[in-house]
T-cell receptor, first 112, second 114 residues
Framework: SAVISQKPSRDICQRGTSLTIQCQVDSQVTMMFWYRQQPGQSLTLIATANQGSEATYESGFVIDKFPISRPNLTFSTLTVSNMSPEDSSIYLC?????????FGPGTRLTVL | AQSVTQLGSHVSVSEGALVLLRCNYSSSVPPYLFWYVQYPNQGLQLLLKYTTGATLVKGINGFEAEFKKSETSFHLTKPSAHMSDAAEYFCAVSGADSWGKFQFGAGTQVVVTP
């Protein structure tokens, strides 16, 4: 298994600013992912965070808006850039140490 | 590619009654199937999973699910609901052709009444 922490747990931001979310795993994991969960909805995969290379983005998500870093096998960051109220969501990271994804507690973002 | 359908966005059960949450999937390869629970203002917690082997899997908190290939289903059950079971439940599927990419269902909100 894996225990995942995220920082910050929540934030309120102004339109046009950027926020970087950190994700820390307590053990090395082969794959890490970032998801968005809009209010009252399911999880949507944003991208796969690749260690040492550029992230792989899903359809509808672009690097300029959601730059991702993964410098090692236990840490990743997601930046939400040039935010608008439509970006208000919960952002979750996950790690895949085997065949099961384990999730962080999420970062609740509100954009005013 | 895989997809998941959860029947019923909201389920209300009485305390002590059976909990049944339905999940159907489609997959072009043998699927790996998961149920997660999300309590208010928290992340997702794994309830149980099916990868290979026994088709009836038991998870935490008294939940179990049965993989039925002929019905492409992975329904979640608990014989007796407890107030603490009130949460949102997500079914998810992944497959060898898209390893690590989980497709989540829309979720089912469970309300438990006294």
């Amino acid at each position: 298994s894996a225990v995942i922490s995220q920082k910050p747990s929540r934030d309120i931001c102004q339109r046009g600013t950027s926020l970087t979310i950190q994700c820390q795993v307590d053990s090395q994991v082969t794959m890490m992912f970032w998801y968005r969960q809009q209010p009252g909805q399911s999880l949507t995969l944003i991208a796969t965070a690749n260690q040492g290379s550029e992230a792989t983005y899903e359809s509808g998500f672009v690097i300029d808006k959601f730059p991702i870093s993964r410098p090692n096998l236990t840490f990743s960051t997601l930046t939400v850039s040039n935010m608008s109220p439509e970006d208000s969501s919960i952002y979750l990271c996950s790690g895949l140490p085997g065949d099961t994804q384990y999730f962080g507690p999420g970062t609740r973002l509100t954009v005013l | 590619a895989q997809s998941v359908t959860q029947l019923g966005s909201h389920v209300s059960v009485s305390e002590g009654a059976l909990v049944l949450l339905r999940c159907n999937y489609s997959s072009s390869v043998p699927p790996y199937l998961f149920w997660y629970v999300q309590y208010p203002n928290q992340g997702l917690q794994l309830l149980l999973k099916y990868t290979t082997g026994a088709t009836l899997v038991k998870g935490i908190n008294g939940f179990e699910a049965e993989f039925k290939k002929s019905e492409t289903s992975f329904h979640l059950t608990k014989p007796s609901a407890h107030m603490s079971d009130a949460a949102e439940y997500f079914c998810a599927v992944s497959g060898a052709d898209s390893w690590g990419k989980f497709q989540f269902g829309a979720g089912t909100q469970v309300v438990v009444t006294p």
